[in-house]
């Protein structure tokens, strides 16, 4: 079962629209929820920020327990803390936590004073030193920590009374029986405190299993994949496109840059995972029945957007040519009207260059000849392949084609090869002088498939207006 969880309990980071957007990019994906936030189920509300009262017993449990305490201090307190040690890496732990303000520190009366004030305060967590920790990871291995490594993170906050992340989860993953927690790898330092949290709530037995997941790497140089390295290198790493709510900021997203859902799924499964074979194209049901996290990698994976522009090749030339017609018609109203050709034509022109096609966007660059006669002619071409007498010769087949009615591309394609043989020409001498005539350059679909939809009238008018070639 897959459920949506939000979990909005930091209230300095809550983002506006965020929440649709999510729902949203799995629908875009098509994953479906079976139940949380929007769908319903028997373990809501499925907000985090829905369930404060249920935290907050949680808390009181763990400061009965004298597993957590009350501290005061502010954030000028704590900086002073590590400016004084100097050492910008320590810690609020067993070794500093008598030296603060906190309820460890101070008289019972203090505390009850502060506490009625409404003086503002978190709960942390009270940790011992010199205690062995082990977290089972299903990637990893077993992982060993020693408690004198942690710190004493802070679980709940008075400002909004909302927990942190550290006991939120651990909550709702127990009374929701989440039975697996996959999390990047950034969060392994914090595993071994969420093992301690299960512990002192007596959830140890029944807590769920871990997979630290592989970050994510740039495409060259060492680091983690950030945003800035999708714009400067021209992919997106947002599903939709998204506008910073605050800032203005437009991030670009794979539905907007014309990738299919299904590639998309398909490139972040093979990204630190493989299936023990060669195959690389996989729909999501045989995802499901195939995946397993001990083929994940310890290893980050490096985005290759190379490889993701094949993903999405593979999954687009399997379109049918009138799906992708749908795609590309808005795609050439940005060039030229689409009145020039009907629809038909349109997906002929489809069906000639999708192979040569990662996105509907790339259409025009393959297509654009159909629409605009050549007004220059590729050099290197024309260097390659064009003779003093071949002005002569596609005068001659341009006298041809006149003669005929049948301008199928079947017959077109026989005549082609008849003039040929009559004339004692080399196919790909000709054949290539002819495309830079119809074409401009000496690449290109099938030449029949291409007069074909020109058209007969604008075929000999091409070849014509290429008589000055070599002149």
Not at 193 to 212: C, D, I, N, S
Not at 326 to 334: E, F, K, N, R, T
Request: proline share 4%; net charge negative.
């Amino acid at each position: 079962d897959f459920l949506l969880r939000i979990e909005d309990t930091d209230s300095n980071r809550f983002v506006p629209g965020a929440e649709e957007y999510i729902q949203k990019a799995f629908k875009w994906l098509g994953i479906t929820f079976d139940e949380g936030v929007g769908v319903g189920g028997e373990y809501g509300p499925y907000r985090q920020s829905e369930r404060k009262a249920l935290y907050r017993k949680y808390v009181n449990e763990l400061l009965d327990k004298g597993l957590a305490y009350v501290a005061f201090d502010t954030p000028e307190e704590l900086e002073a803390m590590r400016t004084q040690s100097g050492n910008a890496g320590v810690q609020y732990d067993s070794s500093t936590r008598m030296h603060m303000r906190n309820a460890l520190t101070m008289p019972k009366e203090e505390l009850r004073r502060r506490l009625d004030s409404g003086e503002k305060y978190v709960v942390r967590i009270k940790i011992e030193p010199n205690i062995d920790i082990v977290v089972h990871d299903i990637i990893r291995g077993e992982v060993v920590v020693n408690s004198s490594l942690l710190d004493d993170k802070a679980l709940w906050k008075s400002s909004d009374e909302l927990p942190t992340y550290h006991l939120a989860n651990i909550v709702d993953d127990h009374k929701m029986k989440i039975s697996h927690v996959i999390r990047g790898e950034e969060w392994l330092p914090s595993a071994p405190m969420h093992v301690l949290l299960y512990r002192y709530l007596g959830w140890e037995e029944t807590m769920p299993k871990f997979a630290h997941l592989p970050l994510l790497l740039k495409p060259e140089g060492p680091g983690k994949l950030s945003k800035r390295d999708g714009d400067r290198l021209g992919f997106p790493v947002f599903p939709l496109a998204w506008t910073d709510p605050q800032t203005g900021e437009l991030s670009s997203g794979y539905r907007e840059m014309g990738y299919l859902p299904e590639a998309v799924i398909n490139i972040l499964a093979m990204l630190g995972w493989n299936p023990g074979s060669e195959q690389e194209l996989f729909t999501l049901n045989e995802l499901v029945e195939q995946f397993s996290l001990e083929r994940v990698s310890k290893h980050g994976a490096k985005f290759n957007v190379a490889k993701a522009h094949w993903f999405n090749h593979q999954y687009f030339i399997r379109q049918s040519n009138e799906s992708i017609t749908d795609a590309v018609i808005p795609i050439l109203q940005h060039h030229v009207p689409t009145d020039i050709f009907n629809r038909s034509q349109i997906e002929k022109m489809v069906g000639l260059v999708k192979d040569r096609l990662n996105f509907a966007t790339d259409f025009w660059d393959q297509a654009y000849f159909f629409f605009r006669a050549p007004v220059e002619y590729d050099e290197k071409a024309v260097k390659k392949y064009w003779m003093v007498e071949m002005s002569e010769t596609l005068n001659n087949y341009a006298q041809m084609l006149e003669q005929i009615d049948d301008f199928s591309s079947e017959y077109l394609d026989q005549i082609t090869q008849q003039f040929i043989s009559e004339h004692n020409l080399k196919t790909g001498v000709f054949m290539n002088c002819l495309r830079i005539c119809l074409v401009g350059a000496a690449v290109g679909p099938h030449l029949n498939e291409v007069m074909n939809i020109l058209g007969k009238a604008e075929t000999l008018q091409r070849i014509e207006a290429a008589q000055t070639i070599g002149k």
